[in-house]
Nanobody, 123 residues
Framework: QVQLVESGGGLVQAGGSLSLSCESS????????MGWFRQAPGKEREFGAA????????YYAESVKGRFTISRDNAKNTVYLQMNSLKPEDTGVYYC????????????????WGQGTQVTVSS
């Protein structure tokens, strides 16, 4: 049974940067596409970014493209999300997840989720 644990969230001013990490255990991490999602207060969880098993291919939501970078280190069973030029609307709980169907943006395509880490961007 795979477990995903996010870390790195916090409070940052608009225009600042944060780096999130998600460590996986209990599964064959290097065989799966991975993704990052976020959920703002009162809103539905939304897709942010995804990465292929080798890291060769990435996929971003338009709202984060050019500001966020997803990467992974399979030797460390970890996926990362570097977030730059943060905006107040980036505030929310950030989740990493394992995809069972490729570079997907749909929540239903992900079968394992972390507990989330809070990111708050102040204006």
């Amino acid at each position: 049974q795979v477990q995903l644990v996010e870390s790195g969230g916090g409070l940052v001013q608009a225009g600042g940067s944060l780096s999130l990490s998600c460590e996986s255990s209990g599964g064959t991490f290097g065989s799966y596409n991975m993704g990052w999602f976020r959920q703002a207060p009162g809103k539905e969880r939304e897709f942010g970014a995804a990465i292929s098993p080798t890291g060769r291919y990435t996929y971003y939501a338009e709202s984060v493209k050019g500001r966020f970078t997803i990467s992974r280190d399979n030797a460390k069973n970890t996926v990362y999300l570097q977030m730059n030029s943060l905006k107040p609307e980036d505030t929310g709980v950030y989740y990493c997840a394992r995809s069972r169907l490729g570079l997907a943006r749909t929540i239903a395509n992900y079968d394992s989720w972390g507990q989330g880490t809070q990111v708050t961007v102040s204006s």
